[in-house]
């Protein structure tokens, strides 16, 4: 096997054990830490957390750990998480969602620095486009990633559906269901008790090993990534200060092409943070019960992780305009219709069509969003995935501090007008790529942004 697909494949299975864990535990907090809002406090604290994180951290490890060993110690943060929720309490889980959060920007700043030099660095030696092998290398990644949804839920659901009760959903309630939904708590109506202790213990058991095989996974077989020496080597000597490298991120927003971008890296927190928490709550728990939200979210996983690796293997042949309006028009539709629709147990299958075309969006905003940040700052990668994460985390705390506080129609409208708003100035940042590149509006046309934009001066 080829050395550089091995790295990416021991990451893409590192990640995939990873949030099995945590994705489960994030979907469940709300229901398992209910008492006096403790789930959903945990996870904004996190986000913010993370936000933090995203600063000042990423530059810092990745220069001197490396992106290996930042990887494996920021997984090691999430497993810190998973310990946290045996005891759940204000005085375990706050610490722990805030070390997490610390971990997370790390986290995903190295991964994406590891998978764009891994296929910069084979496309140079087989004298392929750079830009394809990394959407290649993306899409590898978020096919084995995101199906880490399957497995995190159908595990919980699994567990902890041995206790469940169910409970008739009246007409009443059902009148209760959909955007336009009561200022009432559905989960206290619907769904089913909370389970024991012993099976929340299993599954916390569960979810930890998982994440400890996962940084195992990491520091066996992981090989230390050696094409930036050279340049580190000449960085050292110039000895940046540690505030230089504290500002890193921010003084990466002096390129226009970042601060364009920031609307579409913020919509990726706002439509993750919708799905998983207003979807499942005011249309799937509400209409259906809490035992069928795992489920949906893991149809929603499952097309994610297939359509990630369709769209990293085809995107050198439609080019990323291409996937983006495609993923632009399914997200509005879906929008649309969930303003229109009233949910029903009767229309079942419904349920499940929603979350799957947004997995086929969401699987564009991830691999082509990450992808088009490799590319277009190709030489100051660890400071454009730091801001990613920041922006994209601003996006998740923004959509939780509004949770409770606004009906469901309102939210869709705010989702819709960023989505409008974030194709706008990613237009615009396609717009000032093709005026930069002097290759031909027909070479430029087809390959959507080739190898000679990444050397655009900041």
């Given at each position: ?230 340049e580190t080597e000449k960085e050292k000597l110039e000895a940046p200060s540690f505030w230089s490298t ?213």
């Amino acid at each position: 096997m080829e050395r550089n697909l091995k790295n990416v494949l021991v990451i893409s299975f590192g990640f995939l054990l990873l949030f099995t864990a945590y994705g489960g535990l994030q979907s469940l907090q709300s229901s398992l830490n209910s008492e006096e809002g403790l789930g959903v406090a945990s996870l904004s604290v996190l986000y913010a957390a993370l936000i933090l994180s995203s600063m000042f951290l990423p530059p810092i490890l990745i220069e001197k750990l490396g992106c290996k060993w930042t990887i494996a110690i920021s997984m090691c943060c999430y497993i810190a998480f998973s310990l946290g929720n045996f005891y759940a309490s204000w005085y375990t889980l706050i610490p722990t969602s805030v070390i997490l959060g610390l971990g997370g920007a790390p986290l995903w700043s190295a991964k994406c620095t590891y998978l764009t030099i891994a296929g910069t660095s084979y496309a140079e030696k087989a004298g392929k486009n750079a830009k394809d092998i990394i959407n290649q290398y993306f899409g590898v990644f978020f096919l084995v990633f995101q199906s880490s949804g399957i497995w995190g839920n159908l595990i919980s659901s699994l567990i902890l559906s041995q206790s469940s009760t169910k409970v008739e959903i009246s007409e009443e309630d059902l009148e209760c269901c959909g955007a336009y939904n009561c200022l009432t708590d559905t989960t206290n109506t619907t769904g089913s008790a909370k389970p024991s202790n012993s099976l929340i213990y299993t599954l916390l058991g569960v979810y930890t090993a998982s994440g400890v095989l996962a940084v195992l996974l990491v520091i066996i077989f992981l090989d230390q990534i050696k094409s930036d020496q050279a340049e580190t080597e000449k960085e050292k000597l110039e000895a940046p200060s540690f505030w230089s490298t504290f500002l890193a991120t921010f003084r990466h927003l002096k390129d226009k092409r970042q601060c364009l971008l920031i609307p579409l890296t913020m919509y990726s927190g706002f439509e993750q943070g919708f799905l998983s928490g207003d979807y499942t709550k005011v249309y799937v728990t509400c209409a259906l019960g809490i035992q069928y939200v795992g489920y949906v979210m893991i149809c929603f996983a499952a097309v994610n992780s297939l359509c990630s690796l369709l769209f990293g293997k085809i995107s050198q042949f439609t080019g990323r305009k291409f996937l983006f309006a495609l993923a632009t028009a399914t997200n509005m539709a879906c929008i649309i219709a969930l303003l229109l629709w009233k949910p029903h147990p009767k229309q079942l299958a419904v349920f499940f069509v929603f979350p799957g075309l947004w997995g086929l969006s969401d699987a564009v905003w991830q691999t082509q969003t990450n992808g088009l940040y490799g590319i277009l700052f190709e030489k100051h990668k660890e400071a454009a995935f730091a801001n990613y994460r920041l922006w994209e985390s601003l996006g998740f705390v923004i959509a939780y501090g509004y949770s409770t506080k606004l009906q469901v129609y309102i939210k869709l409208y705010i989702l819709l007008s960023v989505l409008v708003l974030s194709m706008v100035t990613y237009g615009a940042v396609e717009y000032l790529e093709a005026k930069s590149s002097p290759g031909t509006p027909t070479a430029t046309k087809k390959e959507n942004g080739r190898p000679h934009s990444q050397e655009t001066s900041m």
